[in-house]
């Protein structure tokens, strides 16, 4: 039973206990990657003794079973209760008011240690204990509740049956695969049912709960990769995650999945002629090509996102693929290793092409950024600013184009002199905050005919209604509002 609170935690296992009174059960709470776990070890979940220094470092520690309860107060602030005469990290042993079969630990919060009361993370932290230990029980028989609510989630083998998504299962001596096509979701991954980490590299979503326990490294967070159990997971998840993409059509691809599926071609394997047929490459127009059709071209061109002439070539026959996309970008990559066996055409200069065909693509990015006037360098640095302060790791740039915006989903947002209103301070300013989100949600190129389907709109909606985006908004308009843009915009360090 786990019991969050905003100035405790207290969690209580039914189980046998620790003699904390013991050599070893000492040990393996003091002894830094000490723990009570043997890697043959499939009964156990978790491990004794292991994360002891990340829980004293939140606040005052109880840790009792039996007669025995084993206390610490790492910034000695506790001068009552069971922590009364307790400091430093080491710990000290008291006699428990009465004895307890099983076990319980309590952490007396230190304040500047956790979020405010009313902070969403509060929230955020039941959520992932009820991920982590989401399918304890289907797997060991042991009842997890938390905050008083049971979180089993039942049969793994049934996670996915009500999907609306395409969707595998599959059952092997070492795992239970639960796969379906929700690739921007990844893939969780659980030991033993319980939640170790989410992995993004299958282009597939859905879970695998090992039976038995992972090896994992120190942190608990990965598969260490002498794992054997995990090897031969993989081989069985590398073969449905084949039989399930030939059940999703070439426009659900999602760029994730077409990159596996760019590296499986490249490996010698079935799949290099199973998939040369689907449209996996993004042309500069963000319409398809397969691998058979650049192959039979007599040449090909090689763009990174907006480029002059680009989309306009490929209207005329060229083939210009867009390696701003994840999976052409590879394929990119990989026809330049001469060890790989993917062989393209020779290629041509795009913007040479573009030039003597006299096309223009539409969409410009302004290089030398001293053209712009005095507001255009106002909002691109405040754009700049608002990418900072939301955690939008991309570059920004200013354009001309008939767009808003546009992205190539990666690396780089453009905003345009339409992107803004109003020349009025409040208006502008929440344009360019809506706008940056709103390329922010794309995670392919926004040019020409953007994709804002259900992923998109579920990620948009989820960045405008992010209370810490808001507050971040709200807080930097108020910096400009007593500061001035000058110092606000010398204090962020950035300029045009």
């Not at 059960?25 to 776990?37: E, M």
Request: glycine share 8%; aromatic share 8%.
């Amino acid at each position: 039973m786990v019991i969050v609170q905003v100035n405790n935690t207290i969690i209580l296992d039914d189980g046998a206990g620790v003699d904390l009174e013991s050599t070893e059960g000492r040990r393996n709470l003091s002894v830094l990657g000490a723990g009570s776990k043997q890697r043959s070890d499939d009964e156990t979940i978790g491990e004794w003794g292991i994360g002891k220094g990340a829980i004293i470092a939140k606040g005052a520690v109880r840790i009792w079973s039996h007669d025995t309860a084993l206390c610490f107060d790492y910034r000695d602030q506790r001068d009552s209760g069971p922590w009364a005469d307790v400091s430093s990290r080491d710990g000290q042993l008291v006699n428990a008011e009465h004895h307890l079969e099983g076990m319980l630990v309590e952490i007396d919060h230190y304040e500047d240690e956790v979020p405010d009361p009313d902070s969403y993370r509060w929230r955020r932290y039941v959520r992932d204990l009820r991920k982590r230990f989401a399918y304890v029980q289907s797997r060991t028989d042991v009842s997890v509740v938390i905050n008083g609510e049971p979180i089993d989630k039942g049969d793994p083998l049934e996670a996915v049956a009500d999907s609306p998504h395409p969707s595998i299962t599959r059952e092997t001596e070492d795992a239970i695969l639960a796969l379906e096509y929700t690739p921007h979701e990844g893939l969780d991954i659980y030991s033993n049912g319980l939640y170790v980490t989410t992995k993004r590299e299958y282009g597939i979503g859905g879970m695998i709960v090992s039976k038995g326990n992972l090896t994992l490294n120190f942190a608990r967070n990965e598969t260490q990769s002498g794992c054997e159990r995990w090897q031969r997971i993989n081989n069985a998840l590398e073969q449905a995650r084949d039989d399930l993409y030939a059940d999703v059509s070439d426009d659900r691809l999602t760029a994730e999945s077409r990159e596996v599926m760019v590296e499986a071609m490249a490996s010698e394997s079935e799949s290099d002629e199973q998939w040369a047929d689907r449209k996996l490459f993004q042309l500069a127009t963000e319409s398809r090509i397969s691998l058979e059709e650049i192959q039979s071209a007599p040449s090909i061109g090689w763009v990174d996102g907006a480029q002059k002439g680009a989309d306009k070539l490929v209207e005329r026959g060229y083939v210009v693929l867009d390696t701003s996309d994840a999976a052409t970008q590879r394929l990119h990559a990989l026809a330049s290793d001469e060890n790989i066996s993917i062989v393209v055409p020779e290629t041509f200069d795009v913007g040479e092409r573009a030039e003597s065909e006299g096309v223009w693509t539409g969409y410009h990015r302004i290089e030398d950024e001293s053209q712009l006037n005095a507001d255009q360098q106002r909002y691109l640095r405040f754009a700049r600013v608002l990418a900072r302060e939301l955690g939008i790791e991309r570059d920004v740039y200013y354009g001309e184009a008939s767009a808003d915006a546009w992205t190539d989903g990666r690396t780089h947002i453009v905003i345009t002199d339409s992107a803004v209103t109003s020349r009025q301070r409040a208006v502008w300013m929440h344009d360019l905050y809506l706008v940056m989100l709103h390329e922010a949600a794309h995670d392919t190129s926004s040019r020409d005919r953007p994709s804002h389907g259900h992923h998109f709109k579920s990620t948009f909606r989820s960045l405008v209604e992010d209370p810490g985006n808001r507050s971040s908004f709200a807080e930097l308009v108020q910096q400009v509002v007593d500061e001035g843009f000058g110092s606000v915009f010398e204090w962020y360090g950035v300029g045009c």
